[in-house]
């Protein structure tokens, strides 16, 4: 079959490879028909995130057509159209049955190198290097799903292919952010980044009963669509001090419920800008954490931070006094997907949540090194490339 | 001990531009962090109980030749100690081995301990390979880190 691979830093190619084969019980084989390119690919591309091999096929947000079932698979059925949760979870673990699906203890079959660098290893992810499970990626013709009566879910007639793929990662992410944050009718909510992840965090919060919904970004067609398409409010933090103004939108309390969804490249400008740049450079932190460091300082007393944005190792000048006396809840996961799936489809039958903004880009995988150059650039407006095998 | 040895092993085991982070992550990691134990002595460490979680009640374990097979496997070489967890975290399940242990040793108690757990919690143990996958090109940083990989499930600090 054909699927785009990482060859190197920041190189993707598209090679001959071979088809997947049901090699557990629980396992499934889809046919791919969407799958998209992710933020958390980005880190991945750019070698932060230094565990993949040359031939990995990338990819880990997608749905498709279910073409074979394993023995142990009772929900699903050759035929079925589902979108699948980028995580792989068992389903049956103590972190399954706490619905921290992510967490799962037997999604990763090589979690000695996550063990390693923090302590305990999470689960594994599609597409996503070799210390997340060496997992072949969605980005191709066919993709093997193990534990699939856990992880694919049937998308609901009338939910077009384009709206359910989110659902697989950037919807779920996004959710879960706002969901574990404890948002509540209410609250004020700001978001930093206005990717798929950021928007669909800020959706999430709307539908959660937020009474007001900031999202933070300086690309303005990304600004448009979470005017347009999300219906929060925005701040352009290339021409806004965003402390100032959140403050001044909040009577001065700052937002109840930050969401951060922008991750270890975080851009900022000035001193701060290139301060954390040589530090990455020299490898005295491996991550830049500006937008963490501004949403807890932006955060009410007692409020909550979430940290969707993907970090692997290690920030300088993290706020924890601001955290500590500030009485903050400081949060954080990989997507719990599993858990929020079912209530999103719904929420996608019904229009309640649209995504379609999002694919601004659809291309055959064939172009799948031109989608990605595309979406790193942040070039001709492009939020997402959807690849189509 | 075997993991601190398995994380220098990664250090040639990257990408150019991550191969300089890996190389650098000696300096930044914390003491004691991915080191089953940092501080003991070779000889404790080697005796420590390693264990794992289960979600199942203690009998669910089995004992003797009902062990789960990768558990059976190791026979008459391990101590075993079955115990219910806290709260309803299920049973401890732990192990060491009674005569000297060597990494390899340490390396096959890991996996076994882990693929007992996915064996009574799944009924099956999760396989990943073979994975598709396009041209291998042959850099030593690739060749390190398939060894790493190859290694990964009987690595980590358990
Ligand atoms: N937790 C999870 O399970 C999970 C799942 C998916 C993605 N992610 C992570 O979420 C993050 C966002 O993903 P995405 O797909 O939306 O990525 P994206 O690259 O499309 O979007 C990131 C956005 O952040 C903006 N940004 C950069 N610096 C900023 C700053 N200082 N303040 C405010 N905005 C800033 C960029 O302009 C961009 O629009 C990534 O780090 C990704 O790895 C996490
Ligand atoms: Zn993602
Ligand atoms: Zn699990």
Redesign the pocket.
Known sequence: MRAATWTGVNEVSVETVPDPQILNDHDVILRVRRTTT???D??LLGGYIPFMRAGDVLGHEFMGEVVEVGRGVRERKVGDRVVVN?FIACGHCWYCRQELY?LCDNGNPNPGITEALWGQSPGGCFGYSHAMGGWAGSHAEYIRVPYADVGAFVVPEGVSDERALFAS??VS?GWMGADLAGTKPGDVVAV???????QMAARAAMLLGAERVYV????PE?LAQVREHVGAEVVD?SSTDVLAELREVTGGRGPDVCIE????E???SGIQGAYDQVKQQLRLQTDRP??VR?AILACRKGGSVFV???FALMVDKFPLGAMMNKGLTVRG???HGQRYMPRILDHMARGELTTEHLATHVMPLEDAARGYQLFKD?ADGC?RSVFVP | MAVPRFLDSLRGAATEAGGALLGRLQHVRLPGVGQSSAADDPETAARRWRAVTVLCSPEQVGAGADLPAPLAALGDRLDLRITPAPGDRGTELAARYRDRASDDDLRALRSALRAAKQLIEVGEVLRVDPAPHGVRKPTPQGAALEGATARAGGEGVL
Do not use: F, N, P
Request: glycine share 18%.
């Open positions: 992710c933020g958390s980005l880190h980028s992510s990662d950037a992410t930093w980044g206005a990717g798929g992840v950021g933070i970004d300086r690309l990304r933090y969804a922008v991750g270890m975080a851009h900022s500006s937008a501004e969707l944005g993907v996961a990989q997507v942040k939020v």
